[in-house]
């Protein structure tokens, strides 16, 4: 139940961040000593590097490759609105960090006119498909999330006891309603494959294929990354509805998702997104059905380690369910081994091309 840790093949790629990001100078791990060390910085959103969800596992995937490079310096910046994705990305560039990371698409304009100014500096930008040229130093950090939220949807659907679950998002931008994409597909093809009927509430999902640069659809999105309250409510608002399992995709917003769950009892339960909910917040572990997880603390270290050692490659990663890059991790509430079974199947089916993701490749219910 540990957190995604290796992947199975090389990593290359750019990164960009989910939110909106904050300009105070968060703890630094840099001392003096430390000036001749290859410097990795991580400029995170505003869901802060506290969030247990994915500007957490960036950091922590600094700190990884500081394990293994005992070279490897590390800190971070962390913004409170986008006015402050520039100024922290200059202020890294000007202390001279060997590789800087900055986390979600909402940073991608932004990293890419820093990386244009400074040819030289090397970037890796988490969960964007770039829009803005940026040039040849940029690693670009993609998951296909849709595998593993098919598999969190399969996994939703097999322990509802309501036979209803729900789904919302922070924002509604490709990175976020991919993961609630393959969520919905996931309850579609139980319902098909098991002769079920269960009801996914939250998102509906638009007619075509989804990808991390188009995922449209019509669904109930917070409007930030930060607003545990709205999280809570938006839960809550679930829960009257007959859903007992509610996954929010929207960074530290989820944590209200937590406390709608604790409010409503026994029986209610939130399947985590990006970071293992078991191990970034073990003290909820029991509310968690399980985590719909992104590979971001593998990717990110293998970029800063690959930067540290002078074999950078500039390209885009994408993190799928073969190389473990995303993936269904378990959490605190015990699943039967028959539906385990099943999850498993569809994983398999998945990776080998016979199992689409889409959910409008099967009936709605």
């Not at 791990?29 to 802060?48: E, I, L, P, R, W």
């Not at 293998?302 to 885009?316: I, Y």
Request: aromatic share 8%.
């Amino acid at each position: 139940m540990g957190r995604i840790r290796r992947l199975t093949t090389v990593l290359g790629a750019s990164a960009l961040v989910l939110g909106t990001l904050t300009v105070s100078v968060a703890a630094t791990t840099m001392s003096a000593s430390a000036a001749s060390k290859f410097k990795a910085c991580v400029v995170t959103d505003t869901g802060g590097i506290n969030d247990k969800s994915f500007n957490a596992s960036a950091y922590a995937g600094l700190k990884d490759a500081a394990k293994q490079d005992s070279n490897i310096s590390y800190t971070y910046l962390s913004s409170t609105s986008s006015s402050d994705y520039a100024p922290n990305i200059n202020s890294f560039v000007s202390k001279g960090c060997g590789i800087i990371v900055t986390v979600g698409f909402l940073m991608d304009a932004a990293t890419a006119a820093a990386a244009n100014a400074h040819p030289s500096q090397k970037f890796a930008i988490v969960d964007d498909a770039p829009k803005v040229k940026a040039g040849t130093h940029v690693d670009s950090l993609q998951y296909e999330t849709d595998q593993a939220g098919f598999l969190g949807g399969i996994l939703a659907a097999g322990m509802s006891k309501t036979k209803t679950v729900a789904t919302f998002g922070g924002q509604q931008f490709p990175s976020v309603t991919l993961y609630m994409n393959g969520f919905v597909a996931g309850v579609r093809y139980y319902d098909k494959t098991y002769s079920k009927s269960v009801k996914v509430l939250g998102w509906t999902p638009a007619a075509g294929a989804c990808s991390l640069s188009t995922c449209n659809g019509k669904g109930t999105f917070v409007g930030n990354f930060t607003d545990q309250t709205a999280g809570k409510t938006d839960t809550t608002t679930f829960f009257s509805q007959n859903a007992d399992i509610v996954f929010p995709v929207a960074g530290s917003v989820g944590l209200g998702s937590i406390a709608a769950a604790k409010l409503a009892g026994v029986g209610h339960s939130v399947m985590w997104v990006d970071s293992n909910g078991c191990v970034s917040d073990k003290a909820d572990c029991k509310w968690f059905v399980g985590t719909v997880a992104k590979g971001v603390e593998p990717s990110v270290m293998a970029a800063v380690l690959s930067a540290a050692k002078g074999t950078f490659k500039a390209g885009t990663y994408v993190g799928t369910l073969a190389n473990n890059g995303t993936a269904l991790e378990y959490g605190g509430i015990k699943v039967p081994s028959a539906l385990k079974a099943k999850i498993a199947t569809a994983k398999a089916g998945i990776i080998a091309g016979t199992i689409s993701v889409n959910p409008n490749k099967y009936p709605a219910t």
